[in-house]
């Protein structure tokens, strides 16, 4: 089983960063894609950033592209996600996932093929 626990959310002004950081347990942390996926309240769960399991590949959502970098230390096992210039708009719960098919694609941005989930840490983000 993996064990997924995010940090690094918090209460941020409008054009100020944030750093997001997923641990992950286990030892095949590196078999597995990751994502980052927020949910405002009374909105469904949405996708921003997804990386390969070796860190060379990624994939944003359109509404965060030049804003958001995903990372990942496979060393450390964690994923990582950096944030700028934020908006009212980004303020939401942020989840962890990890997908662990190798049929499936390289950097998901379906909900469905995530696995494991983490809690999720809030991001506030005032005007």
């Known amino acids: 089983q993996v064990l997924l626990v995010e940090s690094g959310g918090g209460l941020v002004q409008a054009g100020g960063s944030l750093r997001l950081s997923c641990a992950a347990s286990g030892r095949t942390f590196s078999s597995y894609a990751m994502g980052w996926f927020p949910q405002a309240p009374g909105k469904e769960r949405d996708f921003v950033a997804a990386?390969?399991?070796?860190?060379?590949?990624?994939v944003y959502a359109d509404p965060v592209k030049g804003r958001f970098a995903i990372s990942r230390d496979n060393a450390k096992n964690t994923v990582y996600l950096q944030m700028s210039s934020l908006e009212p708009e980004d303020t939401a719960v942020y989840y962890c996932a990890a997908a662990s098919s190798l049929f499936l694609t390289a950097t998901p941005i379906n909900l469905v093929e995530y696995d494991y989930w983490g809690q999720g840490t809030q991001v506030t983000v005032s005007s």
């Open positions: 990386i390969n399991r070796s860190g060379g590949s990624t």
